[in-house]
């Protein structure tokens, strides 16, 4: 798909390829990040998302393509000139150095006065919430204080970047979540343009400004939290971001108009592939938090009865298994416990449901052809 440029962008990455040998980890890859922008890079492993951060690092060198940050081409530009803090998924610390003298590490090497040296780190200290820890060695940290020093460290020398390279990888949940939410409100106050890599689709949502989703070299899709998950452009975003149900071999009746089996489910015009033939197959979507459960109401569109198969306690809801039509094809919906809990829901009981015309989306199939002839991709 097309990415979003911005010829004012505070960094831009323009048709950026870097091969190793025969292999290519990133394909004409573009986009703009405007300042004080938190974008987040997303994808699995090996898609080439921290060989892209390492580029705008200045790393690794790109095989085509430019570097612009404030409008300078600094593609052939060392680490050393690009003004970056970075902080990495092992944080990277001295062990031999307390945590004030790795914050100041960096402020050293600038040949900076002795006591601005010593204001700057107390300010970064206070700023990360470590004060009085300052005389601390790495061994007698936390994950998460080891983290906070790390990421001092990126700061101290006001970088016009700060790349993060899955900076809460290594902790464990609870102060991930603790975390990903002082370091947004940090990079809010301190108004510095942020490019994080991580593959976690949660810390992606609730972080960043935008997401851009890569897969095998590629930027698939780019765009905020919300838009990423309520409108993903392929399969392969609904898939990896969240939960999706996917339903196959709809046939296209006529616009906003599809069929599975003999039930006919109707689509709103905006989730559907207007260029998609009648007659044609495709391949129906909904996010299992969408899938309605129904006691009443019988007669609106899209009710389809199904059967409960499995269900899963995840506390504050139940993940059901439900199998649907005669054919028994599985669909997903999560269901809140007070709901379950109320209707008294069960394995094997029959339940109602419907799939919200607004929350359903199409996929068109390569093997299929648009009205215009061309072959329709995989995107809506």
Partial sequence: MPSMQNDAAYLRLLDITKRFGAFTALDKLSFGADRGEFISILGP??????????????????????????????SKLPVSAR????????????????ARDNIAY????????????????????????????????????????????????????SPDLLLLDEPLSA?????????????????????????????DQEEALTMADRILVIN?????????????????????????????????NAVKVENGCYRIGSHHLSISGENGSR??????????????????????????????ASRVEQMEYRGANFRLRLNIGPNQRPLEAEVPAEKVRRLNISPSMPLAIQLPHDR?????????????GSLCENTL
Avoid: W
């Avoid at 902790?171 to 890599?197: H, N, P």
């Avoid at 899709?221 to 196959?248: K, L, S």
């Fill in 83 to 98: 003004n970056v803090g970075i902080v990495f998924q092992s944080y990277a610390l001295f062990p031999n150095l307390n």
């Fill in 171 to 199: 902790l464990d949940a609870k102060v991930r979540v603790m975390l990903r939410g002082e370091i947004r409100q940090l990079q809010q106050r301190l108004g510095v343009t942020t490019i994080m890599v991580t593959h």
């Fill in 275 to 304: 260029n998609l033939a009648s007659g044609a197959v495709a391949t129906l979507a909904i996010r299992p938090e969408d899938v309605m459960i129904r006691v009443d109401e019988l007669e609106m569109p899209n009710i389809l």
């Fill in 360 to 372: 359903l989306r199409v996929y068109a199939s390569a093997k299929h052809r648009c009205n215009d």
């Fill in 216 to 248: 095998q070299g590629r930027l698939v899709q780019n765009g905020t939290p919300r838009e990423i998950y309520d409108r993903p452009a392929t399969p392969f975003v609904a898939a990896f971001i969240g939960a999706m149900n996917f339903i196959e």
């Fill in 106 to 157: 960096g402020l050293v090497g600038r040949g900076l006065d002795k006591n601005r040296i010593r204001q700057r780190v107390d300010e970064l200290l206070d700023l990360v919430g470590l004060r009085g820890m300052g005389r601390q060695f790495p061994a007698q940290l936390s994950g998460g204080q080891q983290q906070r020093v790390a990421l001092a460290r990126a700061m101290a020398l």
């Fill in 45 to 74: 492993s090996g898609c080439g998302k921290t060989t892209l951060l390492r580029l705008i690092a200045g790393l690794e060198t790109q095989s085509e393509g430019r570097v612009e940050i404030q409008g300078r081409d600094v």
